[in-house]
Every structure is written in C-alpha cells, then in structure tokens.
C-alpha cells in the first residue's frame, strides 16, 4: 500500500477484499448491534437494513463515498421516550409508532437535502448553530444515564468488567484493538459472565439456524390493521427533532471520511445526495421495524488504519451484514448478553454522546458572554432534563405528548431564529463543523489529517 492509499482495492484481489469487508462489518457491529439490545428492537431486522440501508446510500450517492450506516445511538432517547406512551397499554406494540416517527425524521432529511441543493450549506446551517444541536446532544447522553445504572445494577462486577475492557483497548490498545473498544468489551464481559453462569443460553439452543428476519406486527405496516392517533403523532413529534442533531452528525461523517480518503466528498457527489442517502436508509430501515441508520465513524477508522478506500469493500460488508441477519440463533446469542453487560458499555456510550455535545459547543467556540446564547442553552437543557425527570417524563399539549428532547430541541430552534445576535456561519471553522458525532471512532480518525 502506498501512502496515500488504495482506492482500488480491487487491485488486491478477491479473497484480500473479503477480508477487508469482514473488516468493515466486525468495526461496525458491535455498536450497531447495541442499539437494538438497549431498545429492544430485533436484531436480525437490525443487521438487514444496515445492509440494505448501505448498499442505497451507495447506489444514491453515485457509488463514490466509502461510507457504511449502522444503528444510530442519537435516537434511544426517542425509542425509550415513545415506548413510555404505551406503559399503560402493555398489549400495544410500541415500535411500529416508532418507526413511523423515525420514517418521518428520515423525510426530514430529504427535506434539507433539498434546501441544501437550492440554497446552499451556509444559509441552512444558520438554523442549527452549535449552541442549539450542543445542548441537545449534551442531553440525550444525560437522560439516558439512568438507564445504564438500572442495567449495571444487575451484577456491577460485569458490569465493571466491561467498562474496563472498554477503557484499556481505547487507550492502550494498538491496530484493530484500538478500532473496536465496544466490541471487545461486549465480548469480554459475555464470555467472563457465561464462564461463572450468568448466562442462560436455553434460547440460543431453540433458535433456527435460517430464518426470516422481518416480523410483521414491527413493521408500520401494522397500524394499517388500526392504530391510536393521538399516540402516533406523539411519536412523530418524539422522533422528528432528534434528526436535527444527526444531521449535524452526519455532515461531520461525510467531512471526516473526506479528509480521511483525500477527496472532497461534500463537492462531489455532495452533501444534498449523502443527506438524502443517509435519510432513505433511514426511512426504510424504520418502515420494517429497524432502528434509524448514520454514517459510521468506527469504518472511518477502518479506512485510516487499512488506507484501501475503495467503496466496493463496503459494498462488500453490507452484504455480508445481511446475510447474518438471516440466522436466528445468531440474534438469539446476542439476545442472552447480560444485563449488566450492556449496562457497563451503555454507560460509557451515553456519556460519550454527552460528551460529543460538549466538544461541538468547544470547538465552535460559543460565546456565553452572549445572553442570547446562555438563554437558549439553559432552556434547552432545562427542560430537557426537567421534564424527562419529572414524574409524567412528558408533557401533554391535548391527546399528543412531548418528550423533553423534542421540547428542548424545539425551544430552541424558535429561540435561536427569532432572537438577536446569531453569528453562526457553517463552514468558516471546519474543526467545529465536523465535531458532532455520536460514533466513537471518529475522535481518532475523523481529526487525524485535519
């Protein structure tokens, strides 16, 4: 390989690209499958439209970005929030209004890829400056905390194990090691907990080997059969402020592979058709009951350590994810992690989105001289904070209810535009730009050739 990297990997040959996919889907799986065991969503599902989701974000964006989407964590928040409308209706499904409030984030996308192409990043931007989208990712990390003790809380020795695998391969670990902190701690911990019997492994025994990995009564498609409405637009308006901060996430993705490959992908194919990539696989993977897919900072990382650039390997690892989600035993394996397995990885996780929010404000250098600035950002973590804590964990405008993320979010969009003194320009500092990112990956390859 030369300095500069392989582009082409299919210089390498057949057998060295499939190694280099398998790559690709190991860096991304641990997190992507996380997402579905924290939220209760299907992994097989999961796995399916992280495949598919790539392979169209590839097919819309011309083929050229090596980018692969995974399970977003910036929408947790929303699935436990949503979920939470319908702890008083345990028969009712709650994923399929989910999905529906995710479907319409993912449109959302489209939407300012098309206002992206008519007018241009700066003029866009103006309406999420750092100090609205900082708070809200601040705050999604925050209300989510609790969660992570609950689950540690089962056995806090595992707990503590996989936290310290986690700390050990991030900081001191070499290569791959260093690629994949989550994973190992995922897998580390498991093994600890199945070898001292904190396992029961009865389902993974009574799983099928091949099976279907879509179930009906998850897609939307079940509301079709009649569904409650006033819970639906309640779900819409959970889901839907949420995107304005992976957007932003998203933005850095495509900025940080540019820098990581050498080549200006924000020009070229451009942000108006990664935007409506990353938007579409969205949309589908929630229609049949998957979690919202982003671009993956870990296959960043991938692409910096290996320097093969070439999208046909990710092409390569998104068929490979979904042909793993044809294997129920596979899903059933995952199903039986311990408890406080994904409490001691989901609360570094969950943090790290906390502390993703405090970088984007840093590293944009917002100014709290500015009254406006201190303004917005205490009203958004207020009640954001406020109101996911309080004992209703919602507020109720008629039949709909808000969550404190959508409130928070929304206040401070409306503040941020009518309120004097917004300075912010998207594109002058290019280290802020890129800073918001949920993907643990990104701090080491989306900052290194900067």
Known sequence: MT??????ARSLGIPKMLLL?????????GATVLVPVLTGLPVSTTLLFAGLGTLLFHFLTKGKVPAFLGSSFAFIGGYAAVAALFKDTEAVNWIPYAGVGVACAGILYAVLSALFNAFGAKRVMRFFPPIVTGPVIICIGLCLASSAINNCEANW???????AIVVVANIWGKGMIKIIPILLGVVGSYVVAAIFGQVNFQSVAEAKWIGFPIQWN???FSLFK???GAKLISAIVIMVPISLATMIEHIGDVCAISSTVGENFVADPGLHRTLLGDGSATALAALFG???NTTYGENTGVLALTKVYDP?????????AVIFAFSPKFEALVAAMPTATIGGVSLILYGMISAVGVRNVVENQVDFTKSRNIIIAALIMGLSLGINFSNSG???LGPVSLSGLAVGALVGIILNAILPGNDYEFGENQLGDTSVNFQQGIDRAGTKKR
């Open 312 to 320: 046909n390997v990710i092409r390569i690892a998104a068929v490979l």
């Open 226 to 228: 009649g569904c409650d």
């Open 21 to 29: 996919g398998f790559q690709h889907m190991f860096a991304m799986f």
């Open 394 to 396: 919602a507020i109720a």
């Open 3 to 8: 300095d500069q990297g392989i582009r082409d």
């Open 290 to 292: 998957a979690p919202a």
């Open 218 to 220: 998850n897609t939307v």
């Open 157 to 163: 020795w595992i707990a503590l194990l996989a936290i």
